[in-house]
């Protein structure tokens, strides 16, 4: 996780229900030094209720729009987003 995450690497866990993703994600965002590291986390939970617009809405709200279209995390700083149980919202039509 460490390399993937230090490196911009996108990754996806799966597996059964119970079999310790969520604790292991977690585990590891908790231990990362914000300022040594200069990675920020958030974890969002998603449910059967959240939407496009609403998941959208979360990510924008901890990041910056830095200019025209162009949005990150603050000056010097890595985002990290732990987006848990993404198989639950309502397809929307």
């Given at each position: 996780?460490?390399?993937?995450?230090?490196?911009?690497?996108?990754?996806?866990?799966?597996?059964?229900?119970?079999?310790?993703?969520?604790?292991?994600?977690?585990n590891?965002?908790?231990?990362?030094?914000?300022?040594?590291?200069?990675?920020?986390?958030?974890?969002?939970?998603?449910?059967?209720?959240?939407?496009?617009?609403?998941?959208?809405?979360?990510?924008e709200?901890?990041?910056?729009?830095?200019?025209?279209?162009?949005?990150?995390?603050?000056?010097?700083?890595?985002?990290?987003?732990?987006?848990?149980?993404?198989?639950?919202?309502?397809?929307?039509?």
């Amino acid at each position: 996780l460490d390399k993937l995450a230090k490196n911009g690497k996108y990754a996806m866990l799966v597996g059964n229900a119970g079999t310790g993703k969520t604790e292991i994600i977690k585990n590891y965002l908790n231990s990362l030094d914000k300022d040594a590291d200069g990675m920020l986390s958030k974890n969002i939970v998603m449910s059967y209720y959240t939407s496009s617009f609403s998941l959208q809405s979360e990510i924008e709200g901890y990041i910056d729009k830095r200019s025209g279209n162009i949005f990150g995390p603050p000056m010097g700083k890595k985002m990290v987003f732990f987006i848990d149980d993404m198989n639950l919202p309502y397809v929307e039509t």
